[in-house]
């Protein structure tokens, strides 16, 4: 992700309704499992792996962009510098990889898989979010650097020939993909929309996306795509 994407998201990422409700997801998902140790693979600023803290994990980050690596230190996190193609950890060491929106970024995405998988224990998990939907393909995507989006088809299969169990694969963000796929295909709207958004506006977007924790969306076509899995 370019060094400006990663600020303006730092910078809004707090309040922000889609940065929130992500993390909730990630809270609810540690919810589940034995705290350990835990790495946060394309940190960003590392707001994620605050909440692996939150939540008793042993956490550590990993971040390829100078810019955000250095915002992740400054908010006190344990942060490399690193390729998640090559990481520079040994094998068996993590109970928890977590990757959100990242994959995408990548063209070799099937060896951050195999690495993700050699740096987990065996039993460890994986969460990973990643953008869905080749049909919703616009400018935003070209403007984050985006190289995919998935299908569950697709993210499942990745994983599953690095040698994981997947326990689920789930749409997030449905809600919205009408709304969100018309902004995005306005030609006034050309470009990146990680941006601020005025205060109503926001608790509405929210209100709206955090209906999800309670409705049977998943299997239906969303924005995002969520998967959980476990090493063997």
């Not at 984050?144 to 993210?155: A, C, D, M, Q």
């Not at 924790?213 to 239906?220: C, E, F, S």
């Amino acid at each position: 992700m370019d060094p400006v994407e990663i600020k303006q998201m730092a910078e809004i990422e707090e309040s922000h309704w889609w940065f929130r409700e992500r993390r909730v997801l990630i809270a609810r998902e540690l919810r589940t499992l034995s705290a350990g140790r835990a790495l946060d693979i394309g940190a960003a600023a590392g707001r994620n792996t605050t909440v692996l803290e939150e939540h008793g994990w042993e956490s550590f980050a990993l971040e390829y962009d100078e810019s955000g690596a250095l915002l992740a230190k400054d908010r006190g996190i344990k942060v490399m510098r690193a390729d998640a193609t090559k990481l520079p950890l040994p094998d068996d060491h993590f109970d928890l990889a977590i990757s959100f929106d990242v994959l995408e970024h990548i063209e070799d995405d099937a060896t951050v898989a195999q690495e993700i998988k050699r740096v987990l224990k065996p039993g460890g998990s994986v969460l990973i979010a990643v953008p869905a939907d080749p049909r919703l393909w616009s400018d935003h995507d070209v403007a984050v650097s985006h190289v995919r989006r998935y299908t569950r088809e697709s993210l499942s299969k990745l994983f599953e020939e690095a040698g994981f169990t997947i326990e689920e694969v789930w749409s997030w963000n449905v809600l919205l993909r009408p709304a969100i796929a018309w902004k995005r295909k306005r030609p006034a709207n050309a470009g990146s929309d990680i941006e601020s958004v005025s205060p109503p506006l926001n608790r509405l977007l929210h209100g709206i996306v955090a209906l999800e924790r309670y409705l049977p969306v998943g299997r239906m076509p969303g924005v995002s795509l969520m998967l959980r899995a476990h090493v063997g």
